[in-house]
């Protein structure tokens, strides 16, 4: 039960909505979750991140199928399957956002990859994956680009994974003509990747656009920056959270 939750847990992943929001990284669409154990996770009811506000805002889905413990819990979002695959994949995943942020579309569309260039986004990597709907859909799925199913979810967590499938490679996919999937092994760092994922992809873009040669990150900057703020929520953190405590945009009543 949601009431069962820590209200510590509860006010971070409210503020996190939150944050994602102001970052532009959502807005009426796009998701937040974080895992609560191996088989369950927590999620808000369908409804626009910038708008959760409280416990009755929130369901607690199981890892296997995606669907809601409580049979009785309020609509969820229809692409919570994104999310549930990627921790049934990946038990070492704690938290995931789904984002269809503007700046990233281009590059799931484009030839050129998206890739690492901006230092504070070297989790990017040299070649971030992206993911093809169209190389998953039967003549019975819908085909509006959505993640709808287990099979669809699953599809695009592989997209995420090492050639053997084992393990978690890469922190984002971008999924063609629709937006992206971002992984972390916390709350905190889910959201520093989505921030600086779209700041890499607009800073990309922007280059692409001054014309010339474009110089992206080595596989050795990649790896040396991505060390280097591995730990970096800790530090913007506290400033993420008084920016969104402090508008009149966001309410948190969570009791913490
Ligand atoms: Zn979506």
């Known amino acids: ?35 609560l154990s191996p088989s369950t996770f927590l999620m808000s009811r369908y409804m626009a991140p910038a708008l959760v506000a409280g416990k009755e805002d929130l369901v607690i889905y ?19 399957y994104i999310h549930s695959e990627a921790y049934k994949a990946y038990p070492s995943i704690t938290a995931v956002v789904h ?21 504070m986004a070297g989790f990017l990597g040299q070649k971030v994956p992206v993911w093809d709907c169209d190389t998953v859909y039967t003549a019975e799925d819908s085909h509006d680009m959505l993640v709808r199913n287990n099979k669809l979810g699953a599809s695009l967590a592989r997209a995420l994974g090492d050639e053997t499938g084992q393990n978690c490679k890469h922190a984002v996919a971008l999924m063609r003509g629709h937006g992206m999937v971002v992984v972390a092994e916390s709350l905190e760092m889910v959201i520093f990747r989505s921030i600086y994922t779209a700041q890499n992809a607009q800073i990309q873009q922007n280059a692409i656009g001054i014309g010339g040669a474009v110089k992206l990150f080595s596989a050795k900057e990649c790896v040396d920056s991505a060390q280097k703020t591995s730990g970096g929520a800790v530090k913007p953190w506290p400033l993420w959270t008084q920016e969104v405590e402090k508008s009149n945009m966001y309410e948190n009543a969570s009791n913490c």
């Not at 994602?20 to 959502?26: C, D, F, T």
């Not at 199981?62 to 919570?80: C, I, L, M, Q, T």
């Not at 503007?102 to 990859?113: D, G, K, N």
């Open 1 to 35: 039960m949601v009431s069962q939750i820590s209200s510590e847990l509860i006010h971070k992943y409210i503020d996190g909505c939150h944050m994602l929001h102001q970052h532009g990284l959502v807005d009426a669409y796009g998701h937040l979750s974080v895992r």
């Open 62 to 80: 199981k890892v296997e199928d995606g669907e809601p413990v409580d049979a009785n819990a309020p609509r969820g979002f229809s692409e919570r």
């Open 99 to 119: 984002s269809h942020a503007l700046s990233v579309i281009p590059f799931s569309v484009s030839s050129t990859p998206m890739s690492a260039c901006f230092h």
